[in-house]
């Protein structure tokens, strides 16, 4: 069993930068793939950025690319999602998400999923 909990949203300005984390608890959590997902109100959950297990292999939703970076840190069992030059169209409850590889979370076949932070960017 894991649990995910994301910290770090909040209500920022357009523009400005928010880093949001995710602590997972187990022994195990170099062997799964990471990932962010994003719902705003209304619109169905979408996967933003995934990592490899071992932090090597990444991937964006071409919304995000070039202003988002997904990072990891296995010694301390967390996951970091940078976000840079927010946009009101990144508003959104963001998740944290476990899954087998980000293929499979990327079909929203997720292992686990965090409880979400609300990021909500202001024009």
């Known amino acids: 069993q894991v649990q995910l909990v994301e910290s770090g949203g909040g209500l920022v300005q357009a523009g400005v930068s928010l880093r949001l984390s995710c602590a997972a608890s187990g022994r195990t959590f170099n062997t799964y793939a990471m990932g962010w997902f994003r719902q705003a109100p209304g619109k169905e959950r979408e996967f933003v950025a995934g990592?490899?297990?071992?932090?090597?292999?990444?991937y964006y939703v071409r919304s995000v690319k070039g202003r988002f970076t997904i990072s990891r840190d296995n010694s301390k069992n967390t996951v970091y999602l940078q976000m840079n030059s927010l946009k009101p169209e990144d508003t959104a409850v963001y998740y944290c998400?476990?899954?087998?590889?980000?293929?499979?979370?990327?079909?929203?076949?997720?292992?686990?999923w965090g409880q979400g932070t609300q990021v909500t960017v202001s024009s």
């Open positions: 998400a476990a899954g087998a590889t980000i293929v499979t979370m990327s079909n929203l076949r997720v292992d686990y």
């Open positions: 990592i490899s297990g071992s932090g090597g292999t990444t």
